[in-house]
């Protein structure tokens, strides 16, 4: 006999437990969210878990953009830095108190500008991110999961993904 086989019977008891813990974690969400949340829903994305390469799919994508988001807080702080060098550069160079306290409000202008231009980019590229996230997952087949830009269903996506990530630390019968 193959043991290393999983029988039909301990891939059910695996999706009853899968079930029972998305139907807790469902049932802790604002209830806004939960009516979200139908048990059609939540049964299929227990069946997609039983599958584990769901599990190495979203902790991979958790990698990624955890990498990501380190990067382009990276570049933020490259533009921060460059504007207290240029600060500290117009400091050397003008002498007169009054012209420093122009030249630095016309330096703060153009320094904020800059900043909201670069949060606008840097916000483009997580949503892009986001959309790759979804799209992902989508592809994988897992339940709830398909690209949009509707705040409302992406934060149950966050829940799902949530779920998923709460699941992937716990012993699973």
Request: charged share 25%; aromatic share 6%; hydrophobic share 40%.
């Amino acid at each position: 006999m193959d043991t290393t086989r999983t029988t039909p019977e301990a891939l059910q008891r695996k999706l009853y437990f899968l079930l029972e813990q998305l139907q807790e974690m469902a049932r802790e969400l604002p209830p806004k969210y939960q009516m979200r949340v139908p048990i059609e829903l939540l049964s299929g994305l227990a069946n997609c878990l039983l599958n584990e390469t769901v599990f190495e799919i979203v902790k991979g994508l958790m990698e990624i953009q955890h990498v990501t988001e380190k990067h382009l807080f990276q570049q933020r702080l490259q533009i921060i830095n460059k504007h207290a060098l240029e600060i500290q550069a117009m400091l050397r160079t003008v002498q007169s108190p009054e012209e420093q306290e122009k030249q630095k409000h016309i330096l703060h202008k153009k320094h904020r500008e800059e900043l909201i231009h670069t949060d606008m980019k840097l916000v483009i590229q997580l949503d892009q991110k986001v959309n790759d996230q979804q799209d992902t997952l989508a592809q994988a087949g897992v339940p709830g999961f398909f690209v949009t830009n509707k705040p409302i269903e992406i934060k149950v996506q966050m829940y799902l993904l949530d779920f998923i990530l709460r699941l992937s630390k716990m012993d699973i019968p």
